[in-house]
C-alpha cells in the first residue's frame, strides 16, 4: 500500500517504513502526528481525492529535526566587477512513516520501528567515547601504536635497484673536454 500526500507545498509519494526529509515541520522530536492532506491512497482499492481523500490518514513520527548541507549560491556578471556569494541551509524534518489508513479501514502497518536521533544524546554519547579514550588501558594502547610506527620510521631503507634496459646497449655520456 502506498499514499501521496501533500506538506510544505510538495507532494511526496509514501509506503509504511519509509524515511522522508520534508521542510520543517513544528513538531517536538519523536512526537507521533497525522498528515490528513492525503491525494490518494493505493491498496486493494484506489483512492483519488478531489482535492484530498476524506477519512484517509497517513501517521508519521518526527525521528530528526536539522540542517541540510550548505548550497552556494553565487552570482556574477562578467566584465562588471559583480559578484555575490551566499551560503543557505534549509531546516527540514525528518519523518518516519509509522502506518497508512485507506477511507475503508483497511491499514496497513511499518514492520520496523521509528529510530529518533537525538542530537543531546549524540554528544553525550560522543563525550562518553572521549573520555573512555582517556583511560590507561587506552594510553598504553597507544603509546604501543606510536612506539611500533616510531621503531617502523628508523629501520634502515632499502636502496633502489636499477632496472636493466630491455633495449639495446646504452650510450656513455659524452666526455667533456679540459680546457687549458
Known amino acids: 500500500m502506498y499514499a501521496i500526500i ?3 507545498g510538495k507532494q511526496y509519494t509514501v509506503r509504511p517504513g519509509d524515511l522522508l526529509r520534508v521542510e520543517k515541520l513544528p513538531q517536538e522530536l519523536g512526537s507521533e502526528f497525522e498528515l490528513d492532506e492525503v491525494l490518494l491512497v493505493s491498496g486493494d482499492k484506489i483512492h483519488v481525492g478531489e482535492p484530498t481523500v476524506k477519512n484517509a490518514k ?3 513520527v518526527v525521528t530528526q529535526q536539522a540542517k541540510s548541507p550548505k548550497l552556494i549560491v553565487f552570482k556574477k556578471k562578467r566584465r562588471q566587477g ?3 556569494l551566499h551560503g543557505h541551509r534549509q531546516l527540514y524534518t ?3 512513516v509509522k502506518s497508512i489508513q485507506a477511507p475503508g479501514g483497511e491499514v496497513s502497518e511499518a514492520e520496523k520501528t521509528a529510530q529518533v536521533i537525538d542530537p543531546a544524546k549524540k554528544v553525550a554519547r ?3 567515547l572521549n573520555l573512555a579514550a582517556k583511560t590507561p588501558e587506552a594510553k598504553k594502547a597507544r603509546e604501543e601504536k606510536s612506539a611500533s610506527s616510531a621503531a617502523r ?3 634502515p631503507k632499502k636502496k633502489a635497484v636499477a632496472k636493466k634496459s630491455s633495449g639495446g646497449a646504452k650510450k656513455a655520456p659524452a666526455k667533456k ?3 687549458k
Do not use: M, N, Q
Request: glycine content about 4%; cysteine-free.
Open 58 to 60: 497517513v501517521t508519521v
Open 94 to 96: 525528518e519523518l518516519f
Open 6 to 8: 501533500r506538506t510544505g
Open 126 to 128: 560522543l563525550a562518553k
Open 82 to 84: 559583480y559578484r555575490r
Open 177 to 179: 673536454k679540459a680546457s
Open 153 to 155: 620510521a628508523k629501520a
